[in-house]
């Protein structure tokens, strides 16, 4: 059962006002950092969907030669995430991944233990349509969505996140996993962000 990541790093930044994922975390960067994590999990694909214009120097060289990191430029991303999703839900659809899990890259602290929970759950149950992450009964990245899902998905537009398909009757056709540490799901939006994110680095880490 091939599933795939779908990593969101098209966003403009300009709550940061600066290339967000490119600030420096010790040799890393912020947006490599959930992308070491998606790429040691046992997903069979990364799609890295970043603008056109964007050379990816944020992304180490070993990340790059990984053969299972494809980055993809999204000429539409400037419309919204939604397009970002849509392009990687493309390329997933070409490679018949039975699944993918949308990622983002600004989610420093995500952990190998909830993507590898998304796929266990979805394994043992192939007919659910997703499976979520919650933190306080609200629906936070990552989530899985299984390719029942694409033609859903590729019908947003706009800044409509995956979540926004999330709702009402759909919520009868999936699981819903709890993060008991919201910590995990943290993400960087701003320069607080960024100060936070440093105060809390060393103890979220330890927690892994």
Not at 12 to 41: C, D, F, I, Y
Not at 69 to 75: N, P, R, S
Not at 158 to 177: E, H, M, N, T, Y
Request: net charge positive; proline share 3%; charged share 25%.
């Amino acid at each position: 059962m091939k599933i795939v990541g779908v990593f969101l790093a098209a966003g403009n930044s300009s709550r940061m006002k600066s290339q967000k994922l490119a600030l420096p975390v010790g040799s890393m960067t912020l947006g490599s950092l959930a992308l070491e994590t998606a790429l040691k999990s046992s997903l069979e694909e990364v799609y890295v969907i970043t603008k056109v214009y964007d050379h990816a120097e944020w992304i180490p060289s070993r990340m790059k030669e990984n053969a299972r990191c494809k980055i993809i430029k999204c000429t539409t991303s400037h419309e919204g995430q939604s397009e970002s999703l849509r392009c990687g839900i493309t390329q997933a659809r070409e490679n018949g991944a039975r699944g993918v899990i949308v990622l983002l890259a600004d989610q420093p602290f995500v952990t190998l233990q909830m993507i590898s929970g998304l796929i266990d759950r979805f394994k043992q149950n192939p007919a659910l349509d997703f499976v979520a992450t919650t933190v306080d009964q609200s629906i936070m990245p990552p989530v899985l969505f299984s390719s029942s899902m694409y033609s859903d998905l590729m019908k947003l537009r706009g800044d409509k996140g995956a979540r926004a398909i999330l709702r009402g009757s759909f919520l009868q056709k999936g699981v819903l996993i709890p993060c008991a540490d919201r910590r995990l799901v943290f993400d960087v939006d701003t320069k607080k962000d960024y100060e936070t994110f440093n105060e809390l680095k060393s103890i979220v880490m330890r927690l892994e």
